[in-house]
């Protein structure tokens, strides 16, 4: 049900921004944006592509324009089909480093005793060093293993559901919430792992992880001002802290409230940006599933469905595993030295980890192994999107549609994978598409749903089938609250990332690294990536210029209106 | 942990399982409902 929702983010991202973010604070901003946006974009998306489907139309180009009657609003849709497919160039590189860390706890040597052999191993794997490193065809490059899982991904969307897709997602979803579940409770069971270190707890780990409020130790820089230097999580260390701070005036505790964390803007664009990742919503590919749906079909409730059961995965379980077992071997200070962010997490802080468990080399395995399958059935429906959009656009078949797009994102892998140092070429595709191309096709999107088509008649293409209703409340939401804090995200970013200014008074202007890339210091791989998105959107615009060429795909549901 | 802490993540958890159990038992008990609800499954009609 949930295979493309379920993904990398739920098992890696999440962990490190409720983490980073706050803990139980950002869990609220999380929810606020679950029910505000995510729930409300997911639903207009389902309806939406459903309508179109019915129209005989499966790409979001051709749906907007025939469910809308603006053949101008075509354009909008080629966002829809840039972000899949770009997001699918550098999603199977990280599949292929999944694979990668999977294979080498079966057949290498997993046991680091110091972190910077296992950041040593991550660098070298993924070529982070230099450009064209990854390219060794050994189990210590990526190379080989991203050849592998590419060819894997075309094989099966190649094939179709009789043959290949449904053989694999029948059972990888389950062994999936399977493996995910025998470490949840390995890490769970994991108690005080090094008895001389006694703070270094599962406690604390779900402390730090969830903990509201925080009690951090601030240290003055050289400037004079406060700055972070860890967060206490137990009494002991409180103790400690205590006692440093009578002894040091240039040290002191502060209590960080909830509503203090809650005031951060950036945390707000945190949790949204999280939920818009997880849920795949502004994906581009909602709106081409639903569209192979039929009016009997209930898509409120596959909507509510596919969204609980990825909240499930994402909170239940990939919020109780990383983080936790992370501070339960290193301790807060030494999971602040390795870093919070989605890699650092899953790719050098749990390698350490499953170092030092017992079994942690086939914990290490399963873990890995289970990213890789969650990976795998999120890149497939990143696929249909394109391919969908081909077969309108050209009027050609699914296997000719396959094999185009297979060339496009073979050539954007291939980029992805070459110009790997520092993960230049990932990072810059990552930030422009997800921060940016996301939140404004999203916002499109509610605006289309409830102004264009009209919120009366969006919520009756959306209860057509429908054993549910959506509350009544949600039209209120998708019409004013929905659009509002869209907007509001999508100023705040600019404002903050791109124009580089600070929302904490007094902090000077500085431009993100991205925006440095390309305007500041031009760096030629940023430029290429951007080069490469710009590209992507040419050829799909080039593709929709003839607006009399839409035609209903030949399995269109005819005679279901 | 504190009790704070304690109570977000019992609340958090709680919240998520509670609608993943609401969703499977309503799918489960609507009559045909089964039938009805799909997810991003890769069955698309273009593949036959």
């Not at chain 1, 206490?232 to 440093?244: L, Q, S, Y």
């Not at chain 1, 005036?249 to 707000?268: C, G, H, I, M, V």
């Not at chain 1, 499930?312 to 870093?339: D, Q």
């Not at chain 1, 110009?419 to 070429?425: G, V």
């Amino acid at each position: 049900m949930s295979g493309s929702a379920v993904g990398l983010g739920n098992f890696l991202r999440f962990p490190g921004q409720v983490a980073e973010y706050g803990g139980g604070a950002f869990m609220l901003a999380y929810f606020f944006s679950f029910l505000l946006i995510g729930l409300p974009i997911c639903w207009a998306e389902w309806a939406m592509g459903r309508q179109g489907g019915l129209k005989g139309f499966n790409s979001a180009p051709s749906i907007l324009a025939a469910i809308t009657q603006r053949p101008s609003l075509r354009f909008l849709g080629i966002i829809a089909v840039i972000i899949p497919v770009i997001i699918y160039m550098y999603y199977v590189v990280i599949e292929a480093w999944c694979l990668a860390y999977a294979t080498n706890y079966l057949f290498g040597d997993m046991r680091f005793n110091e972190t910077s052999e296992a950041t040593e191993f991550f660098v070298n794997l993924i070529g982070a060093a230099k450009d064209g490193s990854a390219l060794g065809f050994d189990i210590k490059h990526v190379g080989v293993f991203f050849i592998g899982v590419f060819i894997l991904n075309f094989v099966l969307i190649w094939r179709g559901i009789s043959k290949g897709i449904e053989f694999f997602c029948k059972y990888a979803m389950p062994t999936l919430l399977i493996v995910a579940l025998i470490i949840l409770v390995r890490v769970l069971t994991l108690g005080t792992p090094d008895a001389t270190n006694p703070d270094r707890t599962i406690a604390n780990g779900l402390g730090y992880m969830w903990n509201p409020s925080k009690q951090v130790l601030e240290v003055k820089d050289a400037d004079g001002e406060w700055v972070r230097e860890r967060e206490i999580v137990d009494a002991n260390n409180m103790e400690d802290a205590t006692a440093m701070v009578a002894d040091n005036k240039d040290k002191r505790l502060r209590q960080l409230t909830a509503f203090e964390q809650l005031s951060n803007p950036n945390l707000w664009l945190a949790a949204a940006g999280q939920i818009f990742f997880s849920l795949s919503v502004g994906f581009g590919v909602i709106i081409t599933y639903s569209s192979y749906m039929t009016k009997k079909d209930d898509i409120v409730l596959s909507g509510l469905a596919a969204a609980s059961a990825n909240e499930f995965c994402e909170v239940a379980v990939g919020g109780l595993i990383s983080i936790p077992a992370a501070v339960a071997f290193f301790g807060v200070s030494g999971l602040a030295g390795i870093g919070l962010s989605t890699f650092d997490i899953g790719f050098k802080a749990l390698p350490m980890v499953f170092s030092q468990m017992p079994a942690g080399m086939l914990f290490g395995f399963l873990f890995f192994f289970l990213l890789f399958l969650a990976a795998v059935t999120s890149s497939l429906s990143m696929l249909q999107p394109g391919i969908a959009f081909l077969e309108e656009s050209l009027n050609i078949n699914r296997r000719q549609s396959v094999a185009i797009l297979g060339f496009i994102v073979a050539m954007g892998s291939a980029f992805v994978l070459y110009f790997s140092a520092d993960l230049k070429a990932l990072d810059t595709l990552d930030f422009w598409v997800t921060n940016l191309l996301m939140v404004v096709l999203a916002t499109a999107q509610i605006i289309v749903f409830a102004w264009v088509i009209g919120i009366e008649k969006g919520f009756e293409m959306a209860h057509a089938g429908a054993a549910i209703r959506i509350p009544k409340l949600f039209k209120f939401t998708m019409k004013y609250v929905t659009p509002l804090l869209l907007i509001a995200i999508l100023g705040c970013w600019l404002y903050s990332s791109v124009l580089g200014y600070s929302f904490d008074p007094g902090k000077p202007r500085e431009y993100t690294g991205y925006v440095v890339d390309l305007f500041i210091e031009p760096n030629a791989i940023a430029w290429m990536g951007v080069g490469l998105i710009a590209l992507t959107g040419l050829f799909i615009f080039l593709n929709l210029l003839p607006a009399t060429h839409f035609k209903p795909a030949p399995t269109a549901k005819k005679g279901i209106k | 942990m504190n009790p704070s802490g304690w109570i977000v993540m019992l609340l958090s958890i709680g919240s998520v399982v509670g609608l993943f159990t609401w969703c499977i038992y309503k799918v489960l008990t609507i009559p045909e409902e089964t039938e009805h609800v799909h997810g991003f499954e890769q069955e698309t009609p273009d593949v036959k």
